[in-house]
């Protein structure tokens, strides 16, 4: 009963009237976020070393400048695009239930990264690194970095699919094995079996929770704020919450909202010091970008007193008090 309440708590209003703590708050502007870098650095509470992938072609050469993390996808039909970073120097573990882990993206649309109608996705993770930092960004289905770098990074991936023929749903991110086409594939942490020589499938992930479908798109020059949650819900078992907002926080107004629940054969790890964000552009040939301009890593724990006496409240009170919470 207990567990069956927290669920409800968790996909009515995730961390609803309960204190943060930052771990990691990046706006791009301290100077010592790099791109790219054949040797990252180590991160710190506001920077970090990102590295961008791509398929096809090498990656279009992404840029830093305060508050603002440009990333440029192919001028293609189809094409994947992800950043990886590591957000701490040791993980953060989840070990009291109720614990949480928030990753929070603010970024513009910029252009046509995700049109109404396509089996475009939008992709975000949270990942237990083992330590190993992303190595420099590279073409995916390409050679040359077959070891290191993300191969061993295992976690879960939050994926908000288009109705033309994409899913939403959460995706397990095992470690890998070498590339079944590409050595550099098995650097994917994002888009499990999406491409046969541009994503990680040695093996593939697990899709778990709804597979719905988001039917509005996003539009080009908009800001969004995407939300990805994992909370400790009993032993070895994770509630996730995706959730993607207008505007640049998650008091906007919510466009999807998505829950699962891991454990079993879907339960990899509750620590995690690594995070990566990217999107499937799969329309008629386009160009797409994107520009973040934060990225946010909290945590926290959910007393149980508090998750129950909130689930009571109902749906609609606990919205309205997470939206209280985020515009204090």
Excluded: C
């Amino acid at each position: 009963m207990k567990r069956s309440l927290f669920v409800v708590f968790s996909f009515a209003a995730p961390m609803a009237v309960v204190a943060q703590t930052i771990v990691f708050n990046d706006t791009f502007g301290s100077g010592n976020d790099t791109i790219q870098s054949a040797t990252p650095q180590a991160p710190t509470a506001n920077s970090t070393a990102f590295e961008y992938f791509q398929q096809g072609g090498n990656p279009a050469t992404p840029t830093l400048a305060p508050g603002d993390l440009h990333l440029a996808g192919r001028t293609t039909s189809s094409s994947i695009s992800e950043v990886q970073a590591l957000f701490s120097t040791a993980p953060i573990t989840l070990t009291t239930v109720g614990d949480y882990l928030e990753l929070t993206i603010v970024f513009t649309d910029t252009q046509n990264i995700f049109p109404a109608g396509s089996a475009s996705t939008l992709n975000i993770g949270l990942y237990n690194s083992g330590g190993s930092s992303p190595v420099k960004g590279v073409r995916l289905d390409s050679t040359g970095s077959g070891t290191g770098g993300a191969i061993g990074w295992l976690g879960y991936i939050g994926r908000i699919g288009g109705t033309g023929g994409a899913t939403s749903q959460f995706i397990t991110r095992p470690a890998q094995g070498p590339g079944l086409t590409n050595p550099n594939q098995s650097q994917d942490v994002l888009f499990s079996g999406a491409s046969g020589s541009s994503s990680f499938n040695n093996p593939a992930g697990t899709g778990f929770g709804p597979t719905t479908q988001f039917a509005d798109g996003l539009t080009a020059g908009s800001v969004y704020t995407l939300d990805f949650q994992i909370t400790l819900s009993d032993v070895n078992s994770l509630t996730l919450n995706s959730a993607l907002y207008s505007g640049n926080t998650v008091g906007g107004t919510p466009l999807f909202t998505d829950v699962g629940t891991a454990s079993d054969s879907t339960y990899l790890t509750s620590s995690y010091d690594a995070l990566a964000f990217g999107w499937r552009y799969n329309s008629t040939s386009a160009a797409n970008s994107v520009d973040v301009s934060s990225i946010t890593v909290a945590t926290g724990t959910v007393p149980e007193p508090t998750m129950l006496a909130f689930s009571a409240l109902g749906g609609l009170g606990l919205l309205a008090l997470r939206y209280r919470r985020h515009r204090m």
